[in-house]
């Protein structure tokens, strides 16, 4: 028997990423026993609150995406994140402007169209929701994700359990 979706919730309750009380949900949902694919570990952690997915597919509002993007994050993270505001610089440049715990951020982001999140620019910057302080835990891409991208928020040990019992690799 390979690893099942119960296995992988043990473990993140183990490893103090997720409280017990959150798992069952997601169990109920993925299907306790069920094996997970290498790809579907990733969204697995999603579903657990431990991760963000990032949209790779078209969407329908930039601004709106990037709204319901940082709020997921912020809900990972436990940042505050206040109004999202997509638009222009003086000198033409695209920015997403939000704040972060009351201060200004500003991501540089480039749209070669309007129907698709800047993937680079929340690689460059996603560091900017991470808890901070005395908190360990840092945004880890995961690689093999096919479309778009899945961030995992861990502690470095996290991370590493996570890589070596599951295989899951970061980029």
């Known amino acids: 028997m390979g690893i099942t979706y119960a296995v992988l919730a043990n473990r993140l309750v183990e490893l103090g990423m997720v409280p017990v009380e959150a798992v069952g949900e997601v169990l109920d949902l993925c299907g306790a026993d069920e094996e997970p694919g290498p790809a579907d570990i990733g969204f697995a952690l999603v579903d657990f609150g431990v991760a963000v997915a990032v949209h790779g597919d078209d969407v329908d509002d930039l601004e709106e995406s990037y709204r319901e993007l940082?709020?997921?994050?912020?809900?990972?993270?436990?940042?505050?994140?206040?109004?999202?505001?997509l638009g222009r610089d003086d000198d033409g440049a695209e920015s997403l402007r939000f704040e972060v715990g009351g201060v200004?951020?500003?991501?540089?982001?480039?749209?070669?169209?309007?129907?698709?999140?800047?993937?680079?620019?929340?690689f460059e910057f996603i560091d900017r929701l991470e808890?901070?302080?005395?908190?360990p835990r840092r945004f880890h891409a995961l690689d093999g994700v096919d479309v778009g991208a899945v961030y995992v928020l861990a502690t470095p040990?996290?991370?590493r359990a996570l890589e070596v019992e599951f295989g899951i690799a970061y980029t």
């Open 157 to 159: 040990e996290q991370a």
């Open 131 to 135: 808890p901070g302080g005395d908190d």
């Open 70 to 85: 940082l709020r997921e994050t912020a809900a990972v993270s436990g940042v505050v994140v206040g109004e999202v505001v």
């Open 104 to 122: 200004p951020v500003v991501w540089g982001v480039e749209h070669r169209s309007e129907e698709y999140l800047d993937q680079l620019a929340v």
